[in-house]
């Protein structure tokens, strides 16, 4: 099992650009979440995915946005980069309906806005 | 809505001393708590969860915790650690039969030295 694989790793953007980052889920896993993890910071929410519809959103702006595919693997978008985007972007994979409590973690992808 | 609190930022410690990295939380709703890990860019690593019953959860590298609901606390605790332990530690909070989100800290960073 190759648990919950992200892609790409790193990449640099610059201001006002548009990004696209991509997810896969730990097979069986049905359910997608996003998290964001300034420096310094813990990973805060930003949206959850579950039967290709958004399930639940933290508080990020519209700029932020996300898709699920029929295969589960989801994408998260933003448009309008800023400086303050720069971040590790981390997608976790769970069963629907166990919560966090069974939520497993990818290797992130690394955003530089310059 | 849920908050963590992760007391220290920095905890440093030598090799083979005893080692509480300390976390508070505030629901309104009964809580899911855990302890993730983090290795440098690295995603998270769940290293112990408590879900119900017994209030003290081990993790399998020797790391426990203990959940007390009166002092609103999930410490996690080591009784040796090894230079392999540094890393950033997270403690988070989802809300039981709601919200599927997990809610983090703002990490410790432990560093063992020799």
């Known amino acids: 099992d190759a648990g919950v694989t992200q892609s790409p790793t790193h990449l640099i953007k610059t201001r006002g650009q548009q990004v696209t980052l991509r997810c896969s889920p730990k097979?069986?896993?049905?359910?997608v979440s996003w998290y964001q993890q300034a420096l310094g910071q813990g990973p805060q929410f930003i949206f959850q995915?579950?039967?290709?519809?958004?399930?639940q959103r933290g508080n990020f702006p519209d700029r932020f946005s996300g898709h699920q595919f029929p295969n589960y693997s989801s994408e998260l978008n933003v448009n309008a980069l800023l400086l303050g985007d720069s971040a590790l972007y981390l997608c976790?994979?769970?069963?629907?309906?166990?919560?966090?409590?069974?939520?497993?973690f990818g290797q992130g992808t690394r955003l530089t806005v310059v | 809505a849920q908050s963590v609190t992760q007391l220290d930022s920095q905890v440093p410690v030598f090799e083979e001393a005893p080692v509480e990295l300390r976390c508070n939380y505030s629901?309104?709703?009964?809580?899911?708590l855990f302890w993730y890990v983090q290795y440098p860019n690295q995603g998270l690593q769940l290293l112990l969860k408590?879900?119900?019953?017994?209030?003290l959860v081990e993790s399998i590298n020797g790391f426990e915790a203990e959940f007390n609901k009166s002092q609103t606390s999930f410490h996690l605790r080591k009784p040796s650690v090894h230079i392999s332990d540094t890393a950033e530690y997270f403690c988070?909070?989802?809300?039981?039969?709601?919200?599927?989100?997990?809610?983090f800290g703002k990490g410790t960073k432990l560093t063992v030295n020799p």
């Open positions: 629901s309104s709703v009964s809580v899911y």
């Open positions: 995915y579950y039967e290709e519809e958004e399930r």
């Open positions: 988070a909070v989802s809300g039981v039969g709601g919200s599927e989100k997990l809610v």
């Open positions: 097979s069986g896993h049905d359910t």
């Open positions: 976790a994979s769970s069963p629907v309906g166990v919560g966090g409590t069974e939520a497993f």
């Open positions: 408590y879900l119900s019953g017994s209030t």
